[in-house]
């Protein structure tokens, strides 16, 4: 158990529906971020939030809607995908540590999503 | 533009047998490395890294990873291979001083037979 949960850990929905997913982390990290995995592709880093506040947004569609309320919960709004957005979401933590050397990400186990 | 490839999709190796998993990088000054592991229905693990000093750097479950700045390379290697090593393995870079920027490759699958 890497310390980051991810809820829930299978998700299928339509074009038109609204769902969401979460992501809680109980390491006291600063730093949580939004990865999307698909087969044979790189992870492709979606959003960062620092502090509560974010820091990075990699042009993604605005039907993915980040939000952060406090330092141990991220979320994932997700509203009138397409198809092509059926992947595996990852959360990660990490320590907020600009200027020092990298630390590592911790990531949950993800969601596996389905546009259908 | 900063970059790592990982130029096998599978790696098969018999367990006991040593075990190379790939990785080459292209970034502007000295890069951050890392290595993480995916077991099935599990999101990635971290397994080590290479931030500077020895170009040898050991880490989890006794796999290592030997940076090599000539060839831009950084490859994972362990001695004797376990049948629970089988996983899907990423390669990461970073460039600057946070992981807001860790760029991944596309992963190697290993499989290791008994």
């Known amino acids: 158990e890497t310390g980051v949960t991810q809820t829930p850990r299978h998700l299928v929905m339509g074009m038109t529906n609204k769902k969401s997913l979460k992501c809680e982390q109980h390491?006291?990290?600063?730093?949580m971020y939004w990865y999307k995995q698909s087969a044979k592709k790189p992870l492709e880093l979606m959003f960062v939030?620092?502090?509560?506040?974010?820091?990075e947004n990699n042009s993604v569609p605005s039907r993915f809607s980040p939000e952060c309320p406090n330092s141990s919960h991220l979320f994932l709004h997700l509203h009138t995908l397409q198809p092509e957005d059926s992947a595996l979401y990852l959360c990660a933590s990490s320590e907020s540590d600009r200027g020092l050397t990298n630390e590592k990400l911790f990531f949950g186990s993800g969601t596996q999503l389905s546009v259908l | 533009a900063q970059s790592v490839a990982q130029p096998e999709d599978q790696v098969n190796v018999a367990e006991g047998n040593p075990l190379t998993v790939k990785c080459t990088y292209s970034?502007?000054?000295?890069?951050?490395l890392f290595w993480y592991v995916q077991y099935p229905n599990r999101g990635l693990q971290f397994l080590l890294k290479?931030?500077?000093?020895?170009?040898l750097v050991k880490g989890s479950y006794g796999f290592e990873a030997e940076f090599n700045k000539s060839q831009t390379s950084f490859h994972l290697k362990k001695p004797s291979a376990l049948v629970s090593d089988s996983a899907l393995y990423f390669c990461?870079?970073?460039?600057?001083?946070?992981?807001?920027?860790?760029?991944f490759g596309t992963g190697t699958r290993l499989q290791v037979f008994p």
């Open positions: 970034v502007s000054g000295n890069p951050y």
């Open positions: 990461a870079v970073s460039f600057f001083y946070n992981t807001d920027k860790l760029i």
């Open positions: 390491l006291g990290h600063n730093a």
């Open positions: 290479y931030i500077t000093g020895d170009n």
């Open positions: 939030y620092s502090l509560e506040e974010r820091v």
